[in-house]
């Protein structure tokens, strides 16, 4: 499968508890991107990364919240003290260098419950 | 600040008929693209269909076709002949400059349900 994988696929957790979710994007895309969708809305951007560079983030990422990509490949997105407004479908999307596209490939996301 | 606006929230239709899923956007760009992605029950959001805004020639892909209309703000799409795998939740989107040019910003979706 040379698709967007992200791991793990869902995550029950209780509030206050730190998650990490992980992404391994299309092995020649150097954008990567994430984005947070709750029920019945679409996908929101929260960051976005070229090679190891975080060039972008949301205001909708708070402090609790940190994305990495250090080798330009894989990237990690940590929520630390977990509330329950986080409980969200976590998507992680890459896409290839140069001109716009738009053209974003979307893992199937990593859901988020916080109890 | 841009917006994304699909004021349908679910259509339902038979198979076989063809359907057109709304879309309305705001932005200040003068340069932007408008997109739409489908995602089926899996969850995995696939691209359909790009748009720039020098670009308004309405096209037909297969079964897909779009309607954009600067004057109007809109970026319709249309399915025709709509067959069951169709069933998803189809998202308009639109995006500028920034963010490498993939930062979307989401509508809420339609959901499209195709029955026998």
């Known amino acids: 499968d040379t698709g967007v994988s992200q791991d793990p696929r869902h995550k029950i957790t209780k509030r206050g508890q730190n998650v990490t979710f992980r992404c391994d994007p299309i092995?020649?895309?150097?954008?990567l991107y994430w984005y947070r969708q709750t029920l019945g809305q679409g996908p929101e951007f929260l960051t976005y990364f070229q090679n190891e560079a975080q060039l972008e983030k949301s205001r909708l990422l708070s402090d609790r919240f940190s994305a990495e990509r250090p080798k330009g490949s894989f990237s990690t997105l940590e929520i630390q003290r977990t509330e329950q407004g986080d409980s969200a479908m976590y998507l992680c999307?890459?896409?290839?260098?140069?001109?716009?596209?738009?053209?974003?490939?979307f893992g199937e996301g990593s859901r988020l419950t916080v109890l | 600040a841009q917006k994304v606006t699909q004021a349908q929230t679910e259509i339902s239709v038979v198979e076989k008929e063809d359907v057109t899923l709304d879309c309305v956007y705001e932005?200040?760009?003068?340069?932007?693209?408008l997109f739409w992605y489908k995602q089926p029950p899996s969850g995995e959001l696939v691209f359909l269909i790009r748009?720039?805004?020098?670009?308004?020639q309405n096209e037909i892909s297969g079964r897909y076709s779009w309607n954009f209309q600067k004057s109007t703000s809109s970026f319709n799409f249309t399915i025709t002949a709509s067959q069951v795998v169709d069933s998803a939740v189809y998202f308009c989107a639109l995006s500028g400059l920034t963010g490498g040019g993939n930062k979307l910003t989401f509508g809420t979706g339609t959901q499209l349900k195709v029955e026998l």
């Open positions: 092995s020649e895309h150097n954008r």
């Open positions: 748009r720039n805004s020098f670009d308004e």
């Open positions: 932005t200040r760009d003068t340069t932007y693209y």
């Open positions: 999307a890459s896409s290839l260098p140069g001109l716009v596209t738009g053209e974003l490939f």
